[in-house]
């Protein structure tokens, strides 16, 4: 794939692509491959991100999906949107760690947008981010996205991951449309 390569495609996420789904965001988020690129959480977390039960789940829940971004054929990227409330909770925005730095991201999250426009009646768009990564909160800041001022304590979840620091909270960031 080129650098500024235009032949993505998006498209909402069956069962079938769960396993692919759930290494993608782990190899994102966690791990030795997750330094690969600029959105690592492996200095911060220890573990995994998410599993399959956690993927199925946010498949069979009303007013959710995950959209999936494939390059010849290959999954590049995906993010997960839930709606209520004239609102979208975007989450679990990963692309693959190799392909961080070629623009994917931001038309991941342009198709993530467009997406909840035209599937719901939405007037604004939120997402929770670990307060301590500004690079990522500027990178959203870029795409005019707000900082609310909201801070929630970061979830904890054993089972699958550990704190490596302490303190870890989130910030709500915010787009109104």
């Known amino acids: 794939m080129t650098r500024h390569s235009k032949n ?4 909402i996420a069956q069962t079938a692509d769960i396993e692919q789904i ?11 491959t997750s330094r ?4 690592t959480e492996a200095n911060l977390l220890a573990g ?11 498949m069979q829940q009303a007013d959710s999906r995950l959209l999936l971004c494939r390059a010849d054929g290959w999954l590049m990227g995906t993010a997960h949107l839930h709606y209520a409330n004239q609102q979208v909770q975007i989450g679990m925005l990963a692309v693959r760690p190799s392909a961080q730095g070629m623009g994917i991201g931001k038309q991941l999250l342009l198709a993530v947008e467009t997406h909840a426009q035209q599937s719901w009646p939405v007037r604004r768009l939120v997402m929770a981010v ?10 959203y800041q870029r795409r ?3 900082r609310t001022g909201i801070h929630k304590p970061f979830p904890l979840n054993p089972a699958l991951w550990t704190p490596r620091v302490e303190g870890l909270s989130l910030e709500i960031l915010e787009k109104q449309l």
């Open 36 to 39: 690969l690129g600029w959105t």
């Open 8 to 11: 993505l495609a998006f498209a």
């Open 48 to 58: 995994r991100r998410t599993d399959s039960a956690e993927i199925l789940g946010l």
């Open 130 to 139: 670990i307060s301590s990564r500004q690079e990522l909160i500027e990178f």
């Open 22 to 32: 759930v290494d993608l965001i782990n190899s994102a988020y966690r791990g030795e």
């Open 144 to 146: 005019g996205y707000r």
